[in-house]
T-cell receptor, first 113, second 118 residues
Framework: DTAVSQTPKYLVTQMGNDKSIKCEQN?????MYWYKQDSKKFLKIMFS???????INETVPNRFSPKSPDKAHLNLHINSLELGDSAVYFC????????????FGPGTRLTVL | AQTVTQSQPEMSVQEAETVTLSCTYD???????LFWYKQPPSRQMILVIR??????QNATENRFSVNFQKAAKSFSLKISDSQLGDTAMYFC???????????????FGKGTKLSVIP
């Protein structure tokens, strides 16, 4: 059984479009994250939710809007896509707000043309 | 600001040999966790090993072990009996307090690309 899953795995779209990436975890965790991995493989936190409450919101354009319908899901919606948004986006989850191990999804490779 | 530095962008090792990947970090906190994640060509981020800063004993997971030097802020990963499946990017990560109240987040190094040669 997949612990943290993301859909789609690949997303190719035109500039200016709006797209969403979905994330689900079946680990029973209450904290979920979005990370962005750029073309140089550098990973950086974007958002974190704990029990559907936004607790981390790093310097990310407001075109990116996370949505957590319940604690098992954290979706990422991106408006007006730009070339620079091309990257791999990883969802992760952990238990609690403490220093628990974060488990990652398989990543979504977004390509903006 | 918390930083994680991996000074070796690329490394290679012969199959069955031992290799050590280096990682240093900078923090003023006393309680934290450190992690090594592996990212093979499949892109999946896989936890390799973790170390709690309050533990003096170095963590070990099968062929993987760490050399944690808290005073030196060093956290190296040793891979023994290297196997072809160990070929991957390896990321050192440091668990820090996040920007939100009561939150924690991972700060990653830039990675070391390890190639295991048959």
């Amino acid at each position: 059984d997949t612990a943290v899953s993301q859909t789609p795995k690949y997303l190719v779209t035109q500039m200016g479009n709006d797209k969403s990436i979905k994330c689900e975890q079946n680990l029973g965790h209450d904290t979920m994250y979005w990370y962005k991995q750029d073309s140089k493989k550098f990973l950086k936190i974007m958002f974190s939710y704990n029990n559907k409450e936004l607790i981390i919101n790093e310097t990310v354009p407001n075109r990116f809007s996370p949505k957590s319908p319940d604690k098992a899901h954290l979706n990422l919606h991106i408006n007006s896509l730009e070339l620079g948004d091309s990257a791999v986006y990883f969802c992760a989850s952990s238990q609690g707000r403490s220093m628990g191990t974060q488990y990652f999804g398989p990543g979504t490779r977004l390509t903006v043309l | 600001a918390q930083t994680v530095t991996q000074s070796q962008p690329e490394m290679s090792v012969q199959e069955a040999e031992t290799v050590t990947l280096s990682c240093t970090y900078d923090t003023s906190e006393s309680n934290y966790y450190l992690f090594w994640y592996k990212q093979p060509p499949s892109r999946q981020m896989i936890l390799v090993i973790r170390q709690e800063a309050y533990k003096q004993q170095n963590a070990t997971e099968n062929r993987f072990s760490v050399n944690f030097q808290k005073a030196a802020k060093s956290f190296s990963l040793k891979i023994s009996d290297s196997q072809l499946g160990d070929t991957a990017m390896y990321f050192c990560a440091f668990m820090t307090r996040g920007s939100g109240a009561g939150s924690y987040q991972l700060t990653f190094g830039k990675g070391t690309k390890l190639s295991v040669i048959p």
